[in-house]
């Protein structure tokens, strides 16, 4: 139990297209996902958290025009990255809390590698 | 200063070895803390919550200290497949179902 999915799993864009990542809770509901930014040989930095139904919450840093964030329901948050330039080339990894009694801790998908070009 | 700070490494041993990784986190009011591992261009996996009585998993025990803020992981008789990047996390949360602090990661690499 407690699989997320995130797809696609790689994409490689022109600069200036948006890129939309789905980020899937596959066998439990997550009232809150989360958004996360890794870049080569540094650790993972939150982005935002996703609440299903509301907006989502937004890092110091990190501009919410630019990274869209919609959940839209209890299973599913997606991140559009608008506007997308070589410095978003990153790898961006998703989480969910399953909230089931006795499993602490979050569990990630498996990470959108995006390169733009 | 860094919110959970670790060393970064490499640690470089031979198979079967004991190796220690240590962490100290700088928000006393942290609530759980957990052990994940990464394997390279993958994502994190959990690895161990971390419990203050410590606690054991196979070839692997976490410690927490509270008072001095310190986490440890150790790898007992190392094997070539532990290879990877060790990240201490902390949330503020009892349960994590809030955000997770993540350190930079400790990279571990057995050698045959």
């Known amino acids: 139990g407690a699989v997320v999915s995130q797809h696609p799993s790689w994409v490689i864009c022109k600069s200036g297209t948006s890129v939309k990542i789905e980020c899937r809770s596959l066998d439990f509901q997550a009232t809150t996902m989360f958004w996360y930014r890794q870049f080569p040989k540094q650790s993972l930095m939150l982005m935002a958290t996703s609440n299903e139904g509301s907006k989502a919450t937004y890092e110091q840093g990190v501009e919410k025009d630019k990274f869209l964030i919609n959940h839209a329901s209890l299973t599913l948050s997606t991140l559009t990255v608008t506007s997308a330039h070589p410095e978003d080339s990153s790898f961006y990894i998703c989480?969910?809390?399953?909230?089931?009694?006795?499993?602490?801790?979050?569990?990630f998908g498996p990470g959108t590698r995006l390169t733009v070009l | 200063r860094k919110e959970v700070e670790q060393d970064p490494g490499p640690f470089n041993v031979p198979e079967g070895a004991t190796v220690a990784f240590n962490c100290t986190y700088s928000?006393?009011?942290?609530?759980?803390f957990f052990w994940y591992r990464q394997d390279c261009r993958k994502e994190p996996k959990l690895l161990m919550s971390?419990?203050?009585s410590g606690n054991e998993d196979g070839r692997f025990t976490a410690q927490l200290n509270r008072a001095s803020q310190y986490i440890s992981l150790l790898i007992r008789d190392s094997k070539l497949s532990d290879s990877a990047t060790y990240l201490c996390v902390v949330s503020d949360n009892r349960d994590a179902g809030n955000m997770l602090t993540f350190g930079g990661g400790t990279r571990l690499m057995v050698k045959p």
């Open positions: 971390v419990y203050s």
């Open positions: 928000n006393s009011a942290s609530q759980s």
């Open positions: 989480s969910a809390f399953p909230g089931l009694a006795g499993r602490w801790g979050q569990f």
